[in-house]
């Protein structure tokens, strides 16, 4: 959405009031499109004139023209999944849902390249590879992603450990995750409490972490010392499903283990080497040659 695209660009710049405002306005998107300026800023607490003033850095001239494209948004999309599947239901065109849902995964994908430079990723990288320990956290629909990852990355470096729960950070903070390890979190709107409290635990213990997320203002991405980037909905257009799509969140976490492993040098190409000569040894893929004829078991 433009309006905080904007917000995401000006963001270092801003008066730490007026940043605690634009964070709001990222959390609380309905709210926006439906609360006036001045309950807005009552939620706040601070003065109307604030939230004029955060539209008008953005670049607006009146905070209805900051506020009209959350209400644009918020009648395309609906509120809740509910709403989205409802409006679905309304056109089932099935050769335009696919087309259209097709362009917002490229969208999605598209904006991974756009958002994250090749040295903020490499960044990343590093941090992973010069980690004693790194943790995978990711709840809710970001879960999946968070496993693939900590699959992934163990298969070339195997200091990782998927958390599955809030306490399984505090577990971890007694076992070893501590300010030399580092803390990757996939992360987006609606952002699972769980997981940002998560991240506050961590920064408070002096954790590096590394942030997925689809905004630079993410509650998540506040503390972190790497964020990367990805539009959730890159689209102007009405969402083309009930859910979130994964498509940003699953390239970011490829790109960045593409660089990991090609960062990591001999000891990346060891490790696969002995896994794989394991995987061969233990039969742990099917192979042809090991088909069973229906018939001769008959």
Known sequence: MEPLL??????????????????????HPVEVSLWSMRKQAQELSVAPATMLRLAKAAGYESY????????????????????????????RASEQQIRDLGEQQEQALESVLRLNSASALDACAQALLGASKVGFIGLGVSFAC???????????????????????????????????????????????????????????????????????LS??????KHVLLFDAQASEQPAASFFHSLVGTVTVAEHLLARIATLGGKT???????????FRSQGVYW??????????SM
């Not at 904007?6 to 007026?18: A, C, M, S």
């Not at 306490?167 to 030399?180: C, K, N, T, Y």
């Not at 509650?219 to 972190?224: E, I, S, T």
């Open 146 to 216: 968070a496993f693939q990852m900590h699959y992934a990355y163990q298969l070339i470096r195997g200091n990782g450990v998927l958390l599955n729960r809030a306490v399984d950070l505090f577990l971890e903070l007694d076992a070893g995750l501590d300010s030399g390890g580092v803390l990757v979190v996939i992360s987006q709107a609606p952002y699972v409490k769980t997981v940002v409290n998560s991240v506050h635990q961590a920064v408070q213990q002096g954790i590096t972490v590394v942030a997925v997320t689809d905004s630079v």
């Open 268 to 278: 990346v190409v060891q490790r696969l080497a002995q896994l794989e000569s394991s």
């Open 219 to 224: 509650p998540v991405a506040q503390g972190a």
């Open 6 to 27: 904007r917000l995401q660009r000006i963001l270092p710049g801003l008066t730490p009031e007026l940043r605690r405002a634009a964070q709001w306005v990222e959390r």
């Open 287 to 296: 192979q042809q040659d090991q088909a069973v004829d229906p018939a001769s």
């Open 64 to 91: 209805d023209g900051f506020r009209e494209p959350f209400q644009q948004a918020l009648h395309r999309n609906g509120g809740t999944m509910a709403a989205r599947a409802q409006n679905l239901q309304g056109n």
